[in-house]
């Protein structure tokens, strides 16, 4: 029996999610996420502006005049949600953890999917494959899917993200369209990411926070790595550390750039103390015009 507190937290973040869901996505999810094939319908008389290459020429030749093939597109799709649960998700400078934005986009992304009669799974990762869920269809399955990420209690504090991504091409092996939701500040992902590009259509979204990136000048300040629980006092306002540390910000950016150009895969970064409905959104409809 799942606790009544569970259903109520699965139950406000699909609330909180169903206007997005069908108000923006439910149309641009259809027209940016092809199907797995195009299967033969009929054939039917040409038509100014057809495609010549669809002329079928066989009937043409028994009927005297130009007909074509019409193709109907093969829909159903299977959607990966690959989501880190590592301790750095338990951070946030803006009101909210990097966790907590994670589910609802997580929220948002299955139930497009199973509002165009799609498949969703699941892989939960830390520093280990903490969770799969397979692929199905279904509103009660996508509740599930929500469960497990609200309340699943990670054994790891670590993340690797190659480790997942290899794990994706032992259990999935058609294509899928594949979202990886993490904070990204882990490396030795690249060429598993280049990997799962290729044999995926694979989308990363990046959640960060602002004070990943600047620290406010407030003194000493006592650090703590939530993945390793080293900590560290240092002085924030002092100039030489701060150049250090924007140095180090901006070498880590560049490096994570340069591995996602190379894996050829679409990006979306999102921020804690920004709507992440807005990027979205910017996503969907960019990638929508690539296909039109």
Not at 22 to 30: A, L, T
Not at 79 to 91: P, R
Not at 115 to 141: A, C, Q, Y
């Amino acid at each position: 029996m799942i606790p009544r507190e569970i259903l109520t937290q699965v139950r406000r973040v699909e609330i909180a999610t169903r206007g997005l869901v069908h108000e923006v996505f439910s149309g641009e999810y259809h027209s940016v996420f092809k199907g797995r094939g195009m299967n033969f319908a009929e054939v039917r008389e040409y038509h100014y502006g057809d495609d010549i290459r669809n002329i079928d020429w066989n009937v043409t030749a028994r009927a005297g005049a130009p007909f074509v093939k019409v193709f109907d597109e093969e829909r159903e799709l299977t959607v990966m949600l690959v989501v880190d649960v590592s301790a750095s998700g338990d951070f946030g400078s803006a009101g909210r953890m990097k966790g907590e934005v994670a589910v609802e986009i997580c929220a948002v992304l299955a139930f497009s999917a199973i509002t165009n009669n799609d498949k969703v799974g699941l892989i939960i990762f830390s520093d280990r494959i903490e969770k799969f869920v397979p692929p199905r269809k279904g509103r009660r399955h996508v509740l599930r899917v929500l469960r497990e990420l609200l309340y699943f209690e990670p054994a790891g504090r670590g993340t690797d993200i190659a480790g997942a991504l290899e794990y994706l091409a032992r259990v999935i092996r058609r294509r899928a369209v594949t979202f990886v939701v993490s904070d990204f500040l882990a490396g030795g992902y690249r060429r598993a990411l280049a990997v799962a590009g290729r044999r995926h259509d694979t989308i990363v979204i990046r959640i960060g926070d602002p004070r990943e990136q600047a620290l406010p000048p407030v003194g000493y300040v006592d650090l703590e790595d939530a993945e390793t629980g080293d900590r560290l006092t240092v002085n924030v306002s002092d100039p030489a550390f701060r150049r250090a540390f924007e140095r180090q910000v901006a070498e880590t950016r560049e490096a994570r750039g340069r591995a996602f150009r190379q894996a050829g895969v679409d990006v979306v970064e999102i921020a804690t103390d920004r709507p992440y409905a807005d990027r979205l959104m910017r996503f969907f409809r960019q990638r929508a015009k690539r296909f039109r």
